[in-house]
Nanobody
Framework: QVQLVESGGGLVQPGGSLRLSCAAS????????MSWYRQAPGKERELVAS????????RYADSVKGRFTISRDNAKNTIYLQMSSLKPEDTAVYYC?????WGQGTQVTVSS
């Protein structure tokens, strides 16, 4: 059974940075496709970034390109989302995803 556990959220001022982590278990951390999504209050869940480990290809939502970076550490079975130059509109619950499995989410609040 795939399990995903996010951590690293919190309150940060505009322009600040955070790194989210997603610890994964229950599957072989070899070739995989994993993503980060976010959901702001009153809005639909949206794809933020994705990574395919087989060839290292990453994809980003236009709203976060140049500011967010998705990466992996296969030895730790963990993927990360490095977020920089954060804006108030980045405020949301961030979720890790692999196929039909979702983590519990971690809150990111960008506010002065």
């Amino acid at each position: 059974q795939v399990q995903l556990v996010e951590s690293g959220g919190g309150l940060v001022q505009p322009g600040g940075s955070l790194r989210l982590s997603c610890a994964a278990s229950g599957f072989t951390f070899g070739n995989y496709y994993m993503s980060w999504y976010r959901q702001a209050p009153g809005k639909e869940r949206e794809l933020v970034a994705s990574l395919y480990s087989g060839n290292g290809i990453t994809r980003y939502a236009d709203s976060v390109k140049g500011r967010f970076t998705i990466s992996r550490d296969n030895a730790k079975n963990t993927i990360y989302l490095q977020m920089s130059s954060l804006k108030p509109e980045d405020t949301a619950v961030y979720y890790c995803n692999k196929g039909s499995a979702w983590g519990q989410g971690t809150q990111v609040t960008v506010s002065s």
